[in-house]
């Protein structure tokens, strides 16, 4: 069954320090998500992705945090300056067509120390 | 105008019996409301969903019941097992691609034998 994997699943790193989480949508979703989950908190959406571009972010997505898909299957999430308050568990999701189900990776826990 | 209400926050089930979890929300826009499953340390996954032209969907032992006057819908887990115990989130969102998923604030569910 085709999945989205996502790496690493856990990293710490120092605040300050900039990070990068990977991931890999199912090959033949064109929507691409990036959630985050504050540990017992919601899930709260950060931002969309498709064609290439931003689509659409949500007020938490500001100027410290970037998206790419640098190649034809890898999609990435940029936190430049790595605060105490990012940590969470960041999950990336994809979708077929933005309508049907988004299916979510195993997420990776950021913890900034 | 974006939230979405969901109720409780925990529960305790008995072996064998109903589960009833509450969504409520304010934004008339939206036309997508799934139900994700999360196991500790893994991502969301779908469970069921319904779309507002329907009162009622049923998979299995998970039924969603919607009522479009009340803003309303909930998830019913007939004969609960231990299995079930996980978090249960509400979603809902606009239907488009562009339009993210915004969550319910979570149900911890534990299924006791």
């Known amino acids: 069954e085709p999945e989205v994997t996502q790496t690493p699943s856990h990293q710490v790193t120092q605040m300050g320090q900039e990070v990068i989480l990977r991931c890999v949508p199912i090959?033949?979703?064109?929507?691409f998500y990036w959630y985050r989950q504050i540990l017992g908190q919601k899930v709260e959406f950060l931002v969309s992705?498709?064609?290439?571009?931003?689509?659409?972010k949500s007020e938490i997505f500001d100027d410290q945090f970037s998206v790419e898909r640098p190649d034809g299957s890898n999609f990435t999430l940029k936190i430049r300056s790595t605060k105490l308050e990012d940590s969470a568990m960041y999950f990336c999701?994809?979708?077929?067509?933005?309508?049907?189900?988004?299916?979510f990776g195993q997420g990776t826990r950021l913890t900034v120390v | 105008q974006q939230q979405v209400k969901q109720s409780p926050q925990s529960l305790i089930v008995q072996k064998g019996g109903i589960s009833i979890i509450n969504c409520a929300y304010e934004?008339?826009?939206?036309?997508?409301f799934p139900w994700y499953q999360q196991f500790p340390g893994k991502g969301p996954a779908l469970l069921i969903a319904?779309?507002?032209?329907?009162s009622e969907k049923k998979e299995g032992r998970f039924t969603i019941s919607f009522n479009k006057s009340a803003k309303q819908f909930s998830l019913h887990i007939m004969d609960s097992q231990p299995g079930d115990s996980a978090t249960y989130f509400c979603?809902?969102?606009?239907?488009?691609?562009?339009?993210?998923?915004?969550f319910g604030k979570g149900t911890r569910l534990s299924v006791i034998a």
């Open positions: 999701a994809s979708s077929m067509d933005g309508i049907h189900e988004a299916f």
């Open positions: 319904i779309r507002p032209d329907v």
């Open positions: 090959s033949n979703h064109l929507y």
């Open positions: 934004n008339t826009a939206f036309d997508y």
């Open positions: 992705f498709y064609n290439n571009e931003i689509s659409e």
């Open positions: 979603a809902a969102s606009g239907g488009s691609g562009n339009t993210p998923l915004v």
